[in-house]
């Protein structure tokens, strides 16, 4: 302890005192404010089907047909689902859709916003809606689904679904 004393005696006497903490200040300064930085990801979605992983769907039931989308309330309006032999339909929860099969028809399921007249400030709450975007190709026994970004015009996720004929 005598040495730390005569030490610190020492430095106080002479101006290197100050030159030694002041360094010292700022290395402890600039430890202190490391900040964490989280990079904004605006391709959030989650588009997945419930249930056993499989790759065939029941034509006769479709409520067993069950797929998860959800899209943060921002993005609703840059996503669009393009299904080839089926249509989604959506039971009064928005991120709960089912798929039914649709021979013949190409579908686009989009959010569009609700139209409330009672509360006129109510424009951020949107609404599920399934439309008939054309004519396809796809065999027969087979549903096509493509998840599209509008504002890259690129196609992020395909899915193929093969149909049980009993």
Not at 58 to 70: A, D, G, L, P, R
Not at 111 to 126: G, H, L, Q, W, Y
Not at 141 to 157: F, Y
């Given at each position: 302890?005598?040495?730390?004393?005569?030490?610190?005696?020492?430095?106080?006497?002479?101006?290197?005192?100050?030159?030694?903490?002041?360094?010292l200040?700022?290395?402890?300064?600039?430890?202190?404010?490391?900040?964490?930085?989280?990079?904004?990801?605006?391709?959030?979605?989650?588009?997945?089907?419930?249930?056993?992983?499989?790759?065939?769907?029941?034509?006769?039931?479709?409520?067993?047909?069950?797929?998860?989308?959800?899209?943060?309330?921002?993005?609703?309006?840059?996503?669009?689902?393009?299904?080839?032999?089926?249509?989604?339909?959506?039971?009064?929860n928005?991120?709960?859709?089912?798929?039914?099969?649709?021979?013949?028809?190409?579908?686009?399921?989009?959010?569009?916003?609700?139209?409330?007249?009672?509360?006129?400030?109510?424009?951020?709450?949107?609404?599920?809606?399934?439309?008939?975007n054309?004519?396809?190709?796809?065999?027969?026994?087979?549903?096509?689904l493509?998840?599209?970004?509008?504002?890259?015009e690129?196609?992020?996720?395909?899915?193929?679904?093969?149909?049980?004929?009993?």
């Amino acid at each position: 302890m005598n040495k730390f004393k005569k030490l610190r005696e020492k430095l106080k006497k002479s101006n290197s005192y100050l030159l030694i903490l002041f360094p010292l200040f700022l290395f402890f300064q600039i430890k202190a404010q490391q900040k964490i930085k989280f990079k904004k990801e605006n391709t959030l979605f989650v588009f997945y089907k419930t249930g056993a992983i499989s790759d065939s769907l029941m034509k006769e039931t479709f409520t067993s047909n069950i797929f998860v989308y959800i899209v943060p309330d921002s993005l609703k309006k840059r996503y669009v689902i393009n299904s080839y032999n089926g249509v989604f339909i959506s039971l009064n929860n928005d991120s709960l859709i089912y798929l039914k099969y649709s021979k013949g028809l190409q579908y686009q399921l989009i959010f569009e916003k609700a139209v409330d007249m009672i509360n006129a400030t109510s424009n951020k709450k949107f609404k599920l809606k399934s439309q008939i975007n054309g004519v396809c190709n796809t065999p027969i026994n087979q549903i096509n689904l493509e998840l599209l970004d509008l504002k890259t015009e690129q196609v992020l996720l395909t899915n193929y679904y093969y149909l049980k004929f009993n």
